[in-house]
């Protein structure tokens, strides 16, 4: 599908309107609460509202401000302007099964971090990921260790910080 000069699969186009969608729902639902209590909510979805704004309008956008947004004139998402996506009939291309792994993958997290609770589902994603996606050295082995503890730890100072207790999950919970 064609919007201004990009181009757009289905799949793509679809994930952009329910993240579009998320974040307006988002921004509308923070207003039932306390005025100390929707800057969250409303400093998450008007970025992203934004974001995915400019993701599904680009092709209407100079060429000067494509690059300066991203230094390559593209977002990463989408064909780039003048060529159509090339797909063959019952074959998924890797793009579209990258995004349906990390859809699941998301999906996943989600869920396990509501039955065991935040900290352990992140451990455990956060390990998953650094080892799906990057190559085993020792060094790297290492350096992902490290980077999961500083990640857990930021995790944990913002659980402490405003009160919060990510740590409960529905079957279990880790102090």
């Known amino acids: 599908m064609k919007i201004g000069k990009s181009f757009y699969t289905v799949e793509e ?14 921004f509308v639902g923070s207003f039932n609460y306390r005025p100390a209590a929707r800057f969250f909510p ?15 309008l680009r092709g209407y956008l100079p060429d000067s401000v494509r690059t300066l947004m991203t230094g390559l004139g593209g ?19 890797t793009s579209s099964r990258r995004s349906y792994l990390i859809f699941a993958f998301t999906i ?29 050295r020792i060094y790297q082995l290492i350096t992902n260790i ?11 100072v913002f659980d402490v910080a405003f009160g919060f207790h990510f740590n409960e999950g529905i079957l279990f919970s880790f102090p």
């Open 13 to 26: 186009l679809l994930l952009l309107i329910i993240l579009l969608g998320f974040f307006i729902v988002i």
């Open 42 to 56: 409303l400093l998450l979805s008007i970025p992203g509202t934004i974001l995915v704004l400019l993701f599904l």
């Open 75 to 93: 977002f990463g998402i989408g064909s780039p302007e003048g060529q159509n996506h090339k797909r063959v009939d019952n074959q998924v291309t």
């Open 108 to 136: 996943s997290y989600i869920l396990f971090s509501y039955l065991s609770g935040f900290y352990f589902s992140t451990l455990i994603h956060l390990g998953t990921y650094l080892y799906a996606t990057r190559r085993i």
């Open 146 to 156: 490290l980077l999961i503890v500083v990640l857990i730890s930021l995790v944990y």
